[in-house]
């Protein structure tokens, strides 16, 4: 499925390919929460990197939230708009292949998630309330469960 999505103030427009498109994934970490999340978490979406295309890539700007491996192609980090500070995808050199675009920075109608896992709960702030559903996963730190394998098994992508 092809996903676009921009920043809230339109410096920043991208589109990718995504085999797991549906936001089913909330993440409660400190980073999310602080960088991303308004409720308290942030959902990430998968894409693959090479079909990334990106207008406004000059106001882009990187939080690199930890070590990238010695002779990685880009940094380790969330990327967001320098101008409107929108959150917009989240990059890992250890998984060249993949990017995870925030749900929120998402332009297209994305598919409904039959179920939500929320993830890093032993990270999340107290005044969070997680609103779980029946059927729901929760976990205090990540899922042994990927992304992609969540979606396989949901029969999505």
Not at 31 to 55: M, Y
Request: charged share 20%; aromatic share 8%.
């Amino acid at each position: 499925m092809k996903l676009e999505g921009s920043c809230h103030c339109g410096a920043v427009k991208f589109s990718l390919e995504s085999d797991s498109p549906c936001p089913y994934l909330k993440c409660y970490c400190s980073i999310c929460r602080k960088v991303a999340g308004g409720g308290g978490f942030a959902i990430n979406i998968g894409g693959t990197t090479a079909s990334l295309q990106v207008e406004g890539g000059e106001h882009i700007s990187i939080y690199e939230t930890g070590p990238s491996p010695e002779g990685a192609d880009a940094p380790r980090g969330r990327r967001f708009c320098s101008k409107c500070g929108t959150a917009l995808w989240n990059y890992d050199p250890r998984w060249p292949e993949l990017l995870h675009p925030f749900a929120s920075a998402i332009d297209t109608p994305l598919p409904e998630a039959p179920q939500t896992v929320h993830i890093m709960l032993g990270s999340k702030a107290n005044w969070v309330n997680p609103c779980a559903a029946e059927g729901d996963l929760d976990h205090q730190e990540y899922p042994e469960e990927s992304l992609a394998d969540w979606h396989k098994r949901h029969g999505i992508g």
